[in-house]
Nanobody, 128 residues
Framework: HVQLVESGGGPVQAGESLTISCAVSGYTASRNCMAWFRRRPGRECEGITALAVDYDATAYADDEGRFAISVDSAKNTVSLHMTRLKPEDSGTYYC???????????????????????WGQGTQVTVS
């Protein structure tokens, strides 16, 4: 049974940093694409970043270099490190897990929600 549980969200002041985490069970985070998505008010779900450690594959949306993903293989957890937060970053952040792309994609991780099989329940981040 695969389970992803996010934690670490909450209120934060603009300009500050915040790290949110995702505990993964029943699935090996380092062998697959682990990604962070978010849903902001009035907007569709958008991919932020993804990482497949064993494939050395990373994907980032254009976030001005403010967000970074990391995987702790020993703890099987995934974290999203956010810096210089802005009020427009407020929303619900989701951890997702899915397979690495095939050889024709050069074993890349997608930022399309359709490519991810497992999802956490989300954690709310509010920047004011």
């Amino acid at each position: 049974h695969v389970q992803l549980v996010e934690s670490g969200g909450g209120p934060v002041q603009a300009g500050e940093s915040l790290t949110i985490s995702c505990a993964v069970s029943g699935y090996t985070a380092s062998r697959n694409c682990m990604a962070w998505f978010r849903r902001r008010p009035g907007r569709e779900c958008e991919g932020i970043t993804a990482l497949a450690v064993d494939y050395d594959a990373t994907a980032y949306a254009d976030d001005e270099g403010r967000f970074a993903i990391s995987v702790d293989s020993a703890k099987n957890t995934v974290s999203l490190h956010m810096t210089r937060l802005k009020p427009e970053d407020s929303g619900t952040y989701y951890c997702a897990a899915g397979p690495v792309g095939g050889w024709w994609t050069q074993y890349r991780c997608s930022l399309s929600a359709d490519e991810y099989t497992y999802w956490g329940q989300g954690t709310q981040v509010t920047v004011s």
